[in-house]
């Protein structure tokens, strides 16, 4: 099929689904300037993920990994919501069971308007307290290392879950009732190889949803989508909520 007529595919499926869900991943905040994980300027290019977004190496050395934080937080504090953030927005406004599920950090979809969403691997923006676990919002750009708790004074983490951690069971739970419930999953900008997210779509797809992929790569997923569109998050979205 030509790709005009896959987008078109998209878009009619779009216009005619009850209950939509997006799946996110770092492909989406690309287009914002946020390098990605795992692409040539991904952030795990200068670092490697087991020696830093790991509960063992905050324990063994919480300086670094708050310096890597902040490193990322001063440089999003500059970032802003791209056109294919909108357009998820955009979807949220027209559909009462719209449901996101990012697996960014970086808080952009908050920032561009979004509310019904999960945050699975938490928001960089939040910080959770070790000793008595209070999770507050922290926008301190740098943030002091190390910072301590107001309430406690005990050492304050990232509020992310990190490799090995588990995701939080409200989230887990909330992604399971939404994906066995939707009729359409667009998946925007995730490499799939991160579970539990990267078996999100073939759970959607058993439940019989219409699963779309947008991507500017194949992915491990691209083989049990319906439909693989290739192409910038921020280009793409938008030409699926045309409604022309
Ligand atoms: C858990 C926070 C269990 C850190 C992150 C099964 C097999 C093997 C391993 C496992 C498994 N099950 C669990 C594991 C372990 C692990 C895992 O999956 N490892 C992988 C590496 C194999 N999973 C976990 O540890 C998870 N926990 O399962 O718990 C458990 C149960 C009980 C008790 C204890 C434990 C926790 C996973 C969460 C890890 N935290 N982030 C931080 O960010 O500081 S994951 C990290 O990767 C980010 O959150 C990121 O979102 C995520 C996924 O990456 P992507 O978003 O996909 O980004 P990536 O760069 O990879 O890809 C970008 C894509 O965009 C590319 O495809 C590119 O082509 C595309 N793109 C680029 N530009 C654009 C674009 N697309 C469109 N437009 C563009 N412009
Ligand atoms: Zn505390």
């Not at 300037?33 to 020696?51: H, I, K, L």
């Not at 019904?116 to 999770?135: D, F, M, Q, Y």
């Amino acid at each position: 099929m030509a790709p005009g007529s896959t987008l078109e595919l998209v878009r009619q499926r779009l216009a005619a689904a009850r209950n939509i869900m997006v799946l996110t991943g770092a492909g989406i905040s690309a287009d914002s300037g946020v390098p990605t994980f795992r692409g040539a300027d991904g952030f795990w290019r200068q670092y490697r993920a087991e020696d830093l977004a790991t509960p063992d190496a905050f324990a063994r050395d919480p300086k670094l990994v708050w310096e890597w934080y902040n490193w990322r937080r001063e440089l999003l504090a500059m970032k802003q919501p791209n056109a294919a953030h909108l357009g998820i927005v955009e979807l949220e406004r027209r559909s009462p069971t719209f449901w996101l599920i990012t697996q960014n950090v970086d808080g952009l979809h908050r920032d561009a308007g979004s509310r019904n969403l999960s945050e699975i691997h938490g928001n960089i923006w939040k910080v959770r307290c070790t000793g008595c676990h209070a999770v507050d919002e922290n926008r301190d750009v740098p943030i002091s290392i190390l910072p301590s708790c107001l309430q406690c004074g005990s050492l304050l983490r990232p509020h992310i879950v990190w490799f090995g951690e588990s995701l939080l069971a409200e989230d887990l739970q909330q992604c399971s009732t939404v994906l066995r419930s939707c009729d359409l999953l667009l998946v925007i900008g995730t490499s799939g190889v991160v579970y539990p997210a990267a078996g999100f779509a073939s759970v959607a797809k058993d439940a019989g949803a219409f699963v779309a992929e947008i991507n500017l790569d194949p992915t491990p997923q691209s083989s049990l989508v319906d439909v693989s569109l290739q192409g910038r998050a921020k280009d793409l979205v938008p030409l699926l909520l045309d409604p022309t």
